[in-house]
């Protein structure tokens, strides 16, 4: 499925898949109309960034992402000067530009990034909705539609960073989880292009994997990693060697999970 425009500073051309599990399009959509910026909170593979592509199809934005890291600058988001030829000119980040259009800007896994490029935000999360670009001399305003969406993973994130409180106070939040197993397995469905027994197994077989992340597993299996094994199930892999390449080899390099995980695999498609 086509998820993008041809120009990345239009709406998405088609719909997102995504299937609600609450009131979070309800909730985001009023969040957009009163012009307040979205903190999603959940763990990885739960289906954040697809929601954010789904919410910019339905609401009409542009959608500018930006996947966040330690290395990303305030440069990075805001822009700089380009030196073409003889001239110097001045280009615009994905955060400028997606004020100037009125875009939906993503910051997934904004805690990656450093403290001292976060607070470039703040200035967008409040009543502002502004920017000075210091370099140029410039004020930028945000155009119509303009809305600012950031995620990270609390479980992931406790024991290194977290976002400082004067950041976190300024989103409304919505609180992402694995989805209970009838919902997910339709994912797994209309994603990954398996049977509904595929489906359910696949469901199942992470429910029993999930909870080795409190015995040592960095990260539980998420829906998106059960739908790239369904799709390797849908295209002729064996069922067994599809779970192993895209959930078991793909969490971990520990040999004693990789055994664990192995025998559970084994278990559910013998």
């Known amino acids: 499925?086509?998820?993008?425009?041809?120009?990345p500073l239009l709406p998405p051309a088609q719909e997102p898949f995504y299937l609600p599990h609450a009131d979070e399009v309800d909730v985001f959509t009023e969040c957009h109309r009163n012009k307040l910026p979205v903190m999603l909170k959940g763990p990885t593979?739960?289906?954040?960034?697809?929601f954010v592509e789904h919410m910019a199809w339905r609401l009409g934005r542009p959608l500018v992402t930006v996947a966040c890291h330690?290395?990303?600058?305030?440069?990075?988001l805001l822009g700089r000067y380009l030196i073409l030829g003889d001239e110097t000119v001045w280009q615009d980040g994905p955060l400028t530009r997606a004020l100037r259009v009125g875009a939906i800007l993503y910051l997934d896994e904004v805690v990656e990034a450093r403290q001292d490029t976060t607070v470039v935000i703040h200035p967008l999360s409040d009543h502002r909705r502004a920017l000075s670009l210091e370099k140029t001399g410039e004020t930028v305003v945000a155009a119509p539609g303009f809305q600012l969406v950031i995620s990270y993973n609390p479980a992931y994130q406790q024991a290194l960073k977290d976002l400082k409180p004067s950041t976190r106070q300024r989103f409304a939040s919505l609180v992402f989880d694995f989805p209970e197993r009838e919902r997910e397995a339709a994912i797994l469905m209309s994603e990954g292009g398996v049977a509904?027994?595929?489906?359910?197994?696949?469901?199942?077989?992470?429910?029993?994997?999930?909870?080795?992340?409190?015995?040592?597993?960095?990260?539980?299996?998420?829906?998106r990693?059960?739908?790239?094994?369904?799709?390797?199930?849908a295209s002729g892999i064996p069922h067994r060697r599809a779970c192993e390449v895209a959930i078991a080899d793909a969490l971990t390099d520990d040999p004693l999970l990789l055994g664990t995980l192995g025998d559970l695999i084994a278990g559910s498609f013998p």
Do not use: Q
């Not at 593979?45 to 697809?50: A, E, I, L, P, Q």
């Open 196 to 223: 509904r027994d595929c489906a359910m197994t696949l469901v199942e077989l992470a429910a029993r994997m999930r909870p080795l992340r409190e015995r040592g597993l960095p990260e539980a299996p998420g829906t």
């Open 45 to 50: 593979g739960c289906g954040k960034t697809r």
């Open 70 to 76: 330690e290395d990303l600058t305030a440069n990075d």
């Open 1 to 7: 499925m086509e998820l993008a425009s041809a120009d």
């Open 225 to 233: 990693t059960l739908v790239a094994a369904a799709r390797l199930i």
